[in-house]
């Protein structure tokens, strides 16, 4: 099978999240299965085009005008990556905004990405079976595939995947023109949401089949309380929505051998020389305390907001442990968690930024990975953690509740910390459950750790579903 993946960012070229993450491993999976795959994404300013080929030089009709394009390729394990070039779209320092600000413009540049994979892919002679796109920023594919691109691909199926309800793409109505679309379309039925254009409406609309990223986010997405307005949709198409989890690049997460962590290990026994090393690095004091590990978009979304509480509460009572924070995101969070960190200078560590090597540093360090959201479509950092031997603590909700099982008398084989209810007592109780296992049974613990880093996480399976899907659609 010939599949087009078009997603807005590709790890290893562009990342604010687990969706590069996704764009970058599924292929891979895919092709090992034997498929052919070609990833389609924005050339972003971060990404050295001395190191891509030119594949094309393409008009795409766009914004009432012809804007002329050149497409770059590279290929890496038999996978091809193709990147559209727009100067004045890309080639800025952010891949959507400044911090918590979009670009104005992102309902054009985004809706030009969708156009120019389509036009692209009628250049360069492709002819996918399964053009597979991503979240809002490639929804409109859907949209214009079935539009204008019906007799250049007669036979091409789509598969949209969701990767957070929570960002929609959601536009004033008067980019219809720009973006080329037909005012027919500006319906309930169709793109309008509330008198404005919702790209991922659209998306979904559109699509042959819809999936999201974990079963227990395709059911949550269904009701009012996950549904951001848009679960009358979902459950209107819920026979074309199903729910696949992620996987993790296994070679890319590796405590064997991981360059950016100071120490390779393969027991977890071995990782308190790594604790040691990021406790100098981060100026802590090097003591075998509990250290917890947040790597995460400083968002509501990822639970920050009662985790800052919860610190608050445990470091004022004098708690013996150790919090090294990664991430960036909502002011107000961003200072709360100053706040803490300047008052608990030797238990606290805090990182506002983006920051691969370090992140591959905490997940190796740490005992536990906090991961408290209110919801979370998959997540990836729980399946990271598993891999260095790290505990999860996550909040039962998502991709989060499918994948960790709570520590307790009554669960066999536990994996971490899951607790049930949206509240910092909860996760403060949670976290003191956690350092007394690190303080009082350290075999236990040892033994959870060898568990997790056993378990399979990786995409070899999760692709198949993927595969089983394609089929099912193309027929
Ligand atoms: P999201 O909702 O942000 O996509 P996921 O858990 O699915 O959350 O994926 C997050 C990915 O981004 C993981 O690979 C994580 O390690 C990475 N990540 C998040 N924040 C940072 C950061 N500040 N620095 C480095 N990597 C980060």
Same mark, same amino acid.
């Given at each position: 099978?010939?599949?087009?993946?078009?997603?807005?960012?590709?790890?290893?070229?562009?990342?604010?999240?687990?969706?590069?993450?996704?764009?970058?491993?599924?292929?891979?999976?895919?092709?090992?299965?034997?498929?052919?795959?070609?990833?389609?994404?924005?050339?972003?300013?971060?990404?050295?085009?001395?190191?891509?080929?030119?594949?094309?030089?393409?008009?795409?009709?766009?914004?009432?005008?012809? =804007?002329?394009?050149? =497409?770059?390729?590279?290929?890496?394990? &038999?996978?091809?990556?193709?990147?559209?070039?727009?100067?004045?779209?890309?080639?800025?320092?952010?891949?959507?905004?400044?911090?918590?600000?979009?670009?104005?413009?992102? &309902?054009?540049?985004?809706?030009? $990405?969708?156009?120019?994979?389509?036009?692209?892919?009628?250049?360069?002679?492709?002819?996918?079976?399964?053009?597979?796109?991503?979240?809002?920023?490639?929804? *409109?594919?859907?949209?214009? *595939?079935?539009?204008?691109?019906?007799?250049?691909?007669?036979?091409?199926?789509?598969?949209?995947?969701?990767?957070?309800?929570?960002?929609?793409?959601?536009? !004033?109505?008067?980019?219809?023109?720009?973006?080329?679309?037909?005012?027919?379309? $500006?319906?309930?039925?169709?793109?309008?949401?509330?008198?404005?254009?919702?790209?991922?409406?659209?998306?979904?609309?559109?699509?042959? &089949?819809?999936?999201?990223?974990?079963?227990?986010?395709?059911?949550?997405?269904?009701?009012?309380?996950?549904?951001?307005?848009?679960?009358?949709?979902?459950?209107?198409?819920?026979?074309?929505?199903?729910?696949?989890?992620?996987?993790?690049?296994?070679?890319?997460?590796?405590?064997?051998? !991981?360059?950016?962590?100071?120490?390779? $290990?393969?027991?977890?026994?071995?990782?308190?020389?790594?604790?040691?090393?990021? /406790?100098?690095? @981060?100026? #802590?004091?090097?003591?075998?305390?509990?250290?917890?590990?947040?790597?995460?978009?400083?968002?509501?979304?990822?639970?920050? !907001?009662?985790?800052?509480?919860? =610190?608050?509460?445990?470091?004022?009572?004098?708690?013996?442990?150790?919090?090294?924070?990664?991430?960036?995101?909502?002011?107000?969070?961003?200072?709360? #968690?100053? /706040?803490?960190?300047?008052?608990?200078?030797?238990?606290?560590?805090?990182?506002?930024?983006? !920051?691969?090597?370090?992140?591959?540093?905490?997940?190796?360090?740490?005992?536990?990975?906090?991961?408290?959201?209110?919801?979370?479509?998959?997540?990836?950092? /729980?399946?990271?953690?598993?891999?260095?031997?790290?505990?999860?603590?996550?909040?039962?909700?998502?991709?989060?509740?499918?994948?960790?099982?709570?520590?307790?008398?009554?669960?066999?084989?536990?994996?971490? $910390?899951?607790?049930?209810?949206?509240?910092?007592?909860?996760?403060?109780?949670?976290?003191?459950?956690?350092?007394?296992?690190?303080?009082?049974?350290?075999?236990? @613990? @040892?033994?959870?750790? /060898?568990?997790?880093?056993?378990?399979?996480?990786?995409?070899?399976?999760?692709?198949?579903?993927?595969?089983?899907?394609?089929?099912?659609?193309?027929?």
């Amino acid at each position: 099978m010939n599949i087009v993946l078009a997603s807005s960012e590709v790890f290893p070229f562009s990342k604010t999240g687990g969706l590069a993450d996704v764009a970058g491993a599924l292929p891979k999976a895919l092709v090992q299965n034997g498929l052919k795959v070609s990833v389609f994404s924005p050339l972003y300013k971060s990404i050295d085009k001395t190191h891509l080929t030119l594949a094309n030089n393409v008009d795409i009709g766009f914004d009432n005008r012809t =804007i002329n394009t050149n =497409i770059y390729k590279t290929s890496i394990d &038999a996978c091809d990556f193709y990147f559209v070039e727009n100067e004045a779209y890309f080639n800025r320092d952010h891949l959507y905004g400044i911090g918590a600000h979009d670009y104005e413009d992102n &309902a054009l540049r985004f809706g030009f $990405f969708s156009k120019a994979i389509l036009d692209s892919l009628k250049a360069l002679g492709i002819k996918p079976d399964v053009l597979h796109s991503n979240d809002w920023q490639s929804a *409109l594919v859907n949209v214009y *595939l079935k539009l204008f691109y019906k007799e250049t691909f007669p036979n091409t199926k789509t598969v949209f995947t969701i990767h957070n309800l929570g960002y929609q793409g959601v536009f !004033d109505k008067y980019y219809m023109n720009n973006l080329g679309l037909p005012w027919e379309l $500006f319906t309930i039925d169709g793109l309008e949401y509330y008198d404005k254009i919702n790209f991922l409406k659209g998306g979904i609309v559109f699509a042959d &089949a819809v999936t999201t990223v974990s079963k227990t986010y395709a059911q949550e997405i269904q009701t009012p309380e996950y549904g951001f307005g848009l679960d009358g949709l979902l459950r209107k198409f819920s026979y074309k929505l199903s729910g696949i989890v992620n996987g993790i690049d296994v070679d890319v997460w590796d405590p064997k051998t !991981d360059k950016f962590i100071d120490y390779n $290990f393969n027991d977890p026994k071995d990782k308190i020389k790594n604790k040691t090393a990021i /406790q100098k690095l @981060l100026n #802590l004091p090097t003591k075998n305390v509990p250290v917890f590990g947040i790597v995460s978009r400083l968002a509501a979304q990822k639970g920050m !907001d009662i985790f800052s509480k919860s =610190i608050k509460e445990l470091l004022e009572s004098h708690t013996d442990a150790q919090f090294i924070i990664l991430g960036s995101g909502e002011n107000d969070i961003e200072e709360s #968690l100053m /706040q803490i960190s300047n008052i608990y200078k030797d238990k606290v560590s805090l990182n506002l930024k983006f !920051d691969e090597p370090l992140a591959h540093k905490i997940y190796a360090s740490s005992d536990f990975f906090v991961m408290p959201s209110k919801y979370e479509p998959c997540g990836l950092g /729980q399946m990271i953690a598993y891999r260095y031997g790290t505990l999860p603590i996550v909040r039962a909700t998502g991709g989060l509740k499918d994948t960790v099982k709570n520590y307790s008398n009554r669960v066999k084989n536990p994996t971490g $910390f899951v607790f049930e209810k949206y509240d910092s007592q909860e996760l403060t109780k949670t976290l003191k459950k956690a350092i007394d296992l690190f303080n009082n049974k350290k075999d236990e @613990l @040892l033994k959870i750790a /060898q568990h997790v880093m056993q378990l399979d996480y990786s995409w070899k399976n999760q692709a198949k579903e993927y595969i089983k899907l394609y089929k099912k659609i193309y027929g």
